[in-house]
């Protein structure tokens, strides 16, 4: 599955993705990786191959991504992160504007 996900959009990153998540309108796709990187394209990945991925995690920030998930909330859509050490959201309703939330847990 991974290997047509790095085929389909061209992953860029040397180390494998741990997982991913879709939004139900597939014009969000969320990308974890095993070094920490977190990305998200943000368009019509069915058609379009040269969407370039916006980066919200940075490597080893905070270890392994290790789950993804999509959540509508009213107008608001929300994108929960979790990784080995906490668990995070992004509020990526709008474009250019992805602001994360404080972690919701953390490992201490």
Not at 41 to 47: A, D, L, N, S
Not at 86 to 91: I, L, P, Y
Request: proline letters at 4%; hydrophobic letters at 40%; a positive charge.
């Amino acid at each position: 599955m991974f290997e047509l996900l790095r085929r389909t959009l061209k992953l860029t990153r040397h180390k494998p993705p741990s997982c991913f998540a879709a939004h139900e309108n597939l014009n969000l796709l969320a990308v974890g990786f095993t070094d920490g990187y977190l990305q998200l394209y943000r368009g019509e990945y069915t058609r379009d191959r040269n969407i370039k991925p916006k980066i919200l995690l940075l490597e080893d920030e905070h270890g392994e991504v290790t789950g993804l998930a999509f959540r509508s909330v009213d107008t608001s859509i929300i994108l929960f992160v979790s990784t080995t050490n906490a668990v995070f959201s992004f509020d990526v309703t709008n474009k250019d504007r992805e602001v994360k939330v404080n972690p919701i847990m953390q490992r201490g």
